[in-house]
């Protein structure tokens, strides 16, 4: 191991460490019979996630899956509307016109959610048991298919998802109908445009995944018109929160709500935001940091 990693790893471990605290004052509301514990309990499975042979047997699927696309040596052509680095100095009219690129599919599958983040999208959809549910960034329809898998659990649930790649969003439909989920709408097109359409169209939302195009001028927006179409309580998962100044920018601009989100939870790499629009006040800020 060389020193980089060494430091990473003991920088890591004090995270940790100082996290535990939090963990335990979330840990003390899993009993509670409203939202905030069920909140604590589908964050506190999924860090050490049990699931039956039922559940094991689609998550396998997924993971199969996942491995042929990231084993595959095509190719694939799009227009990627995203920041796609986080020192990027791609100004919004750039992000809007896109940047078309060819990438091996290996490298557009390798931006779908690892499974230890996948574990809490699908433990929060499993415990919330959302009836509509959208989705900014099918990419290859890996975290959508979490969420169809938590879907099939709970025996409900509608998924609309979102993606500017058209190529890229045909190999998501495979991948989705691949595995016999067939309950989701992919909506293709840049999300500054197809946003506020499938918004109307689905509102009132239950649960939405955010992890397009992970740019601040953009992420801050998408988290108000989300809420503004959101039902009283629901559930926002904001992936990369911490990606590149601007994401931690958004995220902390989202952490300073003083009213509609109830609690938020910070785990690092993602953050959860409950919603409540009867709630006055800042939200309780749970940072976990597995
Ligand atoms: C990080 S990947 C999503 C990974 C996926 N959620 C998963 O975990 O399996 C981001 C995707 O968002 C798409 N995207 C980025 N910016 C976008 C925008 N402004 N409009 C539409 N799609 C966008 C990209 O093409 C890419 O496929």
Request: hydrophobic share 40%.
């Given at each position: 191991?060389?020193?980089?990693?060494?430091?990473?790893?003991?920088?890591?471990?004090?995270?940790?460490?100082?996290?535990?605290?939090?963990?335990?004052?979330?840990?003390?509301?899993?009993?509670?019979?409203?939202?905030?514990?069920?909140?604590?309990?589908?964050?506190?499975?999924?860090?050490?996630?049990?699931?039956?042979?039922?559940?094991?047997?689609?998550?396998?699927?997924?993971?199969?899956?996942?491995?042929?696309?990231?084993?595959?040596?095509?190719?694939?052509?799009?227009?990627?509307?995203?920041?796609?680095?986080?020192?990027?100095?791609?100004?919004?009219?750039?992000?809007?016109?896109?940047?078309?690129?060819?990438?091996?599919?290996?490298?557009?599958?390798?931006?779908?959610?690892?499974?230890?983040?996948?574990?809490?999208?699908?433990?929060?959809?499993?415990?919330?048991?959302?009836?509509?549910?959208?989705?900014?960034?099918?990419?290859?329809?890996?975290?959508?298919?979490?969420?169809?898998?938590?879907?099939?659990?709970?025996?409900?649930?509608?998924?609309?998802?979102?993606?500017?790649?058209?190529?890229?969003?045909?190999?998501a439909e495979e991948t989705l109908r691949g595995l016999g989920y067939d309950n989701f709408e992919i909506v293709v097109g840049r999300h500054q445009d197809t946003l506020p359409a499938v918004l109307a169209a689905n509102a009132p939302i239950d649960f939405a995944f955010v992890d397009g195009d992970h740019a601040e001028s953009t992420t801050a927006t998408y988290q108000d018109q989300i809420l503004e179409r959101a039902a009283d309580r629901a559930v926002i998962f904001h992936d990369d929160i911490r990606w590149s100044g601007g994401m931690v920018r958004t995220w902390q601009h989202i952490c300073d709500s003083r009213s509609a989100v109830r609690a938020v939870v910070d785990l690092y790499t993602v953050g959860v935001c409950l919603v409540d629009k009867s709630h006055v006040g800042p939200p309780t800020i749970f940072r976990l940091h597995p």
């Open positions: 191991m060389n020193i980089r990693d060494l430091k990473r790893r003991v920088v890591r471990s004090a995270r940790r460490t100082r996290a535990l605290p939090e963990w335990r004052r979330l840990a003390r509301h899993c009993d509670d019979g409203d939202d905030l514990g069920r909140l604590a309990r589908a964050v506190i499975w999924a860090r050490d996630p049990s699931p039956d042979a039922t559940e094991l047997t689609r998550i396998h699927a997924i993971e199969a899956r996942r491995y042929e696309l990231l084993s595959s040596d095509e190719s694939v052509s799009f227009v990627d509307h995203g920041a796609i680095s986080p020192d990027s100095d791609l100004s919004e009219e750039e992000m809007y016109e896109g940047t078309t690129r060819t990438i091996p599919l290996s490298k557009v599958a390798a931006a779908s959610k690892p499974q230890a983040d996948a574990w809490y999208l699908y433990s929060l959809v499993r415990e919330f048991a959302p009836r509509t549910a959208i989705e900014m960034g099918t990419c290859v329809g890996i975290s959508a298919a979490y969420q169809f898998a938590a879907m099939a659990r709970s025996g409900q649930g509608r998924l609309v998802t979102m993606e500017g790649g058209e190529s890229v969003a045909k190999i």
